[in-house]
């Protein structure tokens, strides 16, 4: 069988198939964080639709680490119920299922909130950003704690997998670049104290849950004397010895302006997933305006990565997958409801 459509073992989970949906907000949460009916559709007609790994959206760990007012979040025990119930339907239509657990540190837009970060640097004067607070350690610990007991109720929730939030700009990202951290205490400084926090969280998580954990990482940020890819080699090895077992590889996300930006043409940043699975072995999503079977195809065989993620292209198309199996020719494949349709 071809390779996209066979099956992928993740530690103890296994896939149908390749094909992921990667984590995008909906901004369609209640202001008390729990999913509504939008979600059992949204998430639903992506497994009906034969994707082998959802991965829910950025979901708070604290109500100030939210994106919007209108993010999910599992900062309460009260939330686990409906994560439950969404697994449960996953699970019933063949998907397995991932949440990103995440804190938006100072890029949080919510209302009621101040936004923290590793130092007091805004990330826009457009927008309606503000000033963050500049974390002390006592109150690190803190987020530190949030993240394990989300990691947990994720568990209890049903989940299969779990994956941390560290790219794009957020708070564990602010934490890695040297340009928004400028901290000179053990998580500030050296490229091994600002990679301490993610370190510690995904440790403590692992030991924890026992659960895969995958982490989503921005390779670069695109800006001058900021985090590289050989950053992202270091520490994608120092999470492998830990028991991370796969990385989910963006980029960008971190400033406003980003000058060394590439093109967004297709695959611009999967690059980066060869690089470090070839650097150092660890499995890896690959995602970033890939949209054809053919590239999806060629991405595997190439052993630029082990998995593919498809975000806007799952938004425009949950069915993406049925027509893969279509174009491939595995027709025993087919959702049976929908097999007249293909
Ligand atoms: C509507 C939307 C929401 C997103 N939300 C998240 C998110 O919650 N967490 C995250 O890590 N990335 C998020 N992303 C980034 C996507 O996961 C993905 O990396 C990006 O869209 C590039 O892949 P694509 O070209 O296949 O869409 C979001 C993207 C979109 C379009």
């Known amino acids: 069988m071809n390779q996209l459509l066979s099956p992928y073992q993740l530690n103890s989970i296994r896939l149908k198939n390749r094909v992921v949906m990667?984590?995008?907000?909906?901004?369609?949460?209640?202001?008390?964080?729990?999913?509504?009916?939008?979600?059992?559709?949204?998430?639903?007609a992506r497994a009906?639709?034969?994707?082998?790994?959802?991965?829910?959206?950025?979901?708070?760990?604290?109500?100030?680490?939210?994106?919007?007012?209108?993010?999910?979040?599992?900062?309460?025990?009260?939330?686990?119920e409906g994560h439950q119930k969404l697994n449960n339907l996953l699970h019933s239509f063949g998907s397995k299922t991932a949440i990103q657990l995440a804190h938006a540190g100072r890029k949080s837009l919510c209302k009621a909130s101040s936004p923290v970060a590793p130092s007091a640097l805004l990330f826009s004067e457009t927008g309606g950003f503000k000033v963050p607070h500049a974390l002390h350690v006592s109150e690190i610990e803190s987020i530190k704690e949030a993240f394990i007991t989300a990691a947990q109720?994720?568990?209890?929730?049903?989940?299969?997998?779990?994956?941390?939030?560290?790219?794009?700009?957020?708070?564990?990202?602010?934490?890695?670049?040297?340009?928004?951290?400028?901290?000179?205490?053990?998580?500030?400084?050296?490229?091994?104290?600002?990679?301490?926090?993610?370190?510690?969280?995904?440790?403590?998580?692992?030991?924890?849950?026992?659960?895969?954990?995958?982490?989503?990482?921005?390779?670069?940020?695109?800006?001058?004397?900021?985090?590289?890819?050989?950053?992202?080699?270091?520490l994608s090895a120092e999470l492998q010895k830990i028991g991370v077992s796969m990385m989910h590889i963006?980029?960008?996300?971190?400033?406003?302006?980003?000058?060394?930006?590439?093109?967004?043409t297709s695959l611009y940043q999967t690059e980066y997933a060869r690089a470090i699975k070839k650097a150092i072995g660890i499995p890896t999503i690959a995602v970033g305006l890939i949209t054809t079977t053919q590239e999806a195809k060629m991405l595997l065989e190439e052993e630029v990565c082990d998995l593919i993620a498809l975000g806007r292209e799952l938004l425009r198309n949950p069915n993406w997958v049925q027509f893969a199996i279509k174009e491939i020719g595995e027709r025993a494949l087919l959702?049976?409801?929908?097999?007249?349709?293909f």
């Open 22 to 44: 990667p984590p995008m907000c909906m901004y369609k949460a209640n202001e008390d964080g729990q999913l509504r009916d939008f979600h059992f559709c949204h998430y639903g």
């Open 48 to 80: 009906i639709g034969g994707v082998g790994l959802i991965i829910t959206e950025a979901t708070a760990i604290e109500a100030r680490g939210r994106i919007s007012d209108n993010d999910l979040g599992l900062w309460d025990d009260t939330q686990i």
């Open 153 to 234: 109720r994720a568990q209890k929730a049903g989940y299969d997998a779990l994956e941390l939030h560290a790219a794009h700009g957020y708070l564990l990202y602010e934490f890695l670049s040297p340009l928004t951290n400028q901290r000179n205490d053990l998580y500030g400084g050296s490229l091994k104290n600002r990679c301490a926090l993610v370190i510690e969280i995904c440790y403590a998580i692992i030991q924890t849950t026992q659960m895969p954990l995958i982490v989503r990482l921005s390779a670069d940020e695109w800006i001058e004397g900021g985090w590289t890819i050989n950053d992202s080699i270091y």
């Open 250 to 264: 963006s980029a960008g996300g971190n400033h406003e302006k980003q000058p060394l930006m590439p093109a967004l």
């Open 335 to 341: 959702e049976t409801s929908y097999a007249r349709a």
